[in-house]
Nanobody, 125 residues
Framework: QVRLVESGGGLVQAGGSLTLSCVASGDNFRLYSMGWCRQAPGKEREFVAAISGGSSVINYSDSVKGRFTITRDNAENTVYLRLDRLNPEDTAVYYC??????????????????WGRGTQVAVSS
């Protein structure tokens, strides 16, 4: 079992940047693939990015590739999502997620086992 707590959301103008953080409780953080998904009002939750335990494999959705960067610090049990060149379509609740003990790194939101409560990101035009 792992507990995930996100922070770093907020209101930003189009073209701006934010960094989201997610701290995980529990042991063996490095054995989890970590990721971020988002859900906009009236839409399904969608995959954003995921990173393997040792950071050797990283997946991004096409909509954020080249603008968002996922990283992790296993010593701090923390995963980050840097959001650059934000646009209003990025407005959503961003959720941290974890997938346990697997060799595969998620590419969809349905592959994760644990979820945080989310942090709101709003981008004004």
């Amino acid at each position: 079992q792992v507990r995930l707590v996100e922070s770093g959301g907020g209101l930003v103008q189009a073209g701006g940047s934010l960094t989201l953080s997610c701290v995980a409780s529990g042991d063996n953080f490095r054995l989890y693939s970590m990721g971020w998904c988002r859900q906009a009002p009236g839409k399904e939750r969608e995959f954003v990015a995921a990173i393997s335990g040792g950071s050797s494999v990283i997946n991004y959705s096409d909509s954020v590739k080249g603008r968002f960067t996922i990283t992790r610090d296993n010593a701090e049990n923390t995963v980050y999502l840097r959001l650059d060149r934000l646009n209003p379509e990025d407005t959503a609740v961003y959720y941290c997620a974890a997938k346990s003990y697997t060799a595969s790194v998620p590419r969809t939101s349905k592959e994760f086992d644990y979820w945080g409560r989310g942090t709101q990101v709003a981008v004004s035009s």
